[in-house]
């Protein structure tokens, strides 16, 4: 446990004196949604269809999407790279001929970038209901077990790419290369509710997409969405025995 | 010898079709500092991964403290502290971050500030690893590989890089804890260090042992014979003693220098060419008996293709040779 506990700490102390981490995993959600709140033109107006007066604004729907947006960051921006690093610079081989198992700095990290990421998230609600006053969840269970579910899910598609990248560049080509089209799928640029019907089929069994129309249903909706949650546990347990099965220390 | 504490036994690994390690072996016992010398891609570092589990061998037996490296790897990694030849740490971590760390692997850990202080990082152990000179990140490393009171430490290129001052330090530093009861074996290509440290060497070429022994022992084998420098007392003497030198049947090969003479031959050639000037009426000064030294048995051993440590004295210039 002493172990655990030094390399935890040592782990977050390294995280945070990587200013790119520190605005990734902490910051990001927040600018974003403070950002495209203030500064897209019509996001703090009712949605025009909407023919009720408390009806939704832009920026109470994007809220979700920002939420799902903060779980991918932190799991494929600062989460792989730090392994890739590692196994570039021989880090692991040399941790390999320590007593220290594998499993321990696969825990370590997770603590810290599951720790940051709630520290962001709880930084984006405080100025989503400061600012924009936004509305609670409608389900806080669903959204809270979404919220759950979704970062194990991206932690494991992040895994998968730790477990393989042999250097921090290659890390970065893969989760970017992930990253971006999970965005868009999440409905960070065209919001879910004006995707296609076969964008949104699309987006439902993408792993970042799931999470985002589960959250969007938690917050907003009154039934629970069994596929999304579905798709969510499906990647979850295939991608973490598959990312545990192929970690290579070299 | 003591004990045997590492067992390698017809040691073999390959790559694809490279033959890395075709056949080693040797003992270590507890207590000992073992040098493995070889010229570089002989397989000096294939045969010390074996030894600590990084990889598997194709072949042969080895045993580390009556353990299997590959079956036992976890008991193993407790009792074997290992110095790899590039393996870094993370850039900003600091000295002293990094000795907790490893400090904290471990269930009874040396101090690590000590450790530190004995190879001179003691005012160091706030800087962050990126800002150390690789000669302190490798004092850094020979650090981490002691923290954990390892019986067995095994370092690979342990001074490579380091400033003369900062060998002299590490080298007493390995001595101490080589006193301590520590079994440590080492992987160099400096013949000065393993002439200082080791109990006894094995030196490795093309993936085989080629010569074992302690380094005197190996040194005394080397059939390059003695070799004599002299001046004499009056310099316009030099050419007729050179060639009154020349005649002995004890010297094999003369070279004169601007001043000096120097000869080769066999082992009981100085009191013969002292002699042979004494009679000749010249004063020989300066003499100077060179030992055969590991370097020439190296050389003798695997070729001259490798980085040479220093000559203890720059060689003249030659004008003439044996004639």
Known sequence: MHALRTLTLTQARLFLREPANVFFGLLFPTVLLVGVGLLLPGMRDPIAQATDPAALRGIDVYLPVVLALAIATVALTTFPPTFGAYREKGILRRLSTTPLAASRLLVAEVAVNVGVLLLGVVIALIAAVAVFDVVAPRQPVLVAATFALGVVQMLAVGGLVAALVPTAGAASVASMSLYFPMLFFAGVWVPTPLMSETLRAISAVVPLGAVSQSLTEGWFGSGVPALQLGVMAAWTVVLVPLAARLFRWT | MPAPVIEVADLRKSYGVTLAVRDVSFEVGRGEILGIL??????????????????????????????????????????????????????????????????????????????????????????????????????????????????????????????????REVWDLIARVRDSGVTIVLVTHFMDEAERLCDRVVVIDDGRVVASGTPAGLAAAAPRGQVLRLRLAEPGDLTAGARLLAALSEVSEVATGADEIVLRGRADLVVAAVRALDRAGMTPVDVDVQRTSLEDAFVHLVGDDRPRTPEPRPAPALTATED
């Open chain 2, 38 to 167: 070889g010229p570089n891609g002989a397989g000096k570092t294939t045969t010390v991964e074996t030894l600590t589990g990084l990889r598997t061998a194709d072949g042969g037996r080895v045993r580390v403290l009556g353990l299997d490296p590959q079956r036992d790897r976890a008991e193993l990694r407790r009792r074997v502290g290992v110095q790899l030849q590039d393996g870094e740490l993370p850039p900003k971590i600091t000295v002293a971050e990094a000795l907790d760390l490893f400090a904290s692997f471990h269930t009874d850990p040396a101090d690590g500030r000590e450790l530190a202080a004995g190879l001179g990082l003691g005012d160091k152990l706030a800087t962050r690893y990126r800002d150390l000179s690789g000669g302190q990140q490798q004092r850094l490393a020979i650090a981490l590989a002691l923290v954990g009171r390892p019986e067995i430490a095994v370092l690979d290129e342990l001074t490579t890089g380091l400033d003369p001052q900062a060998r």
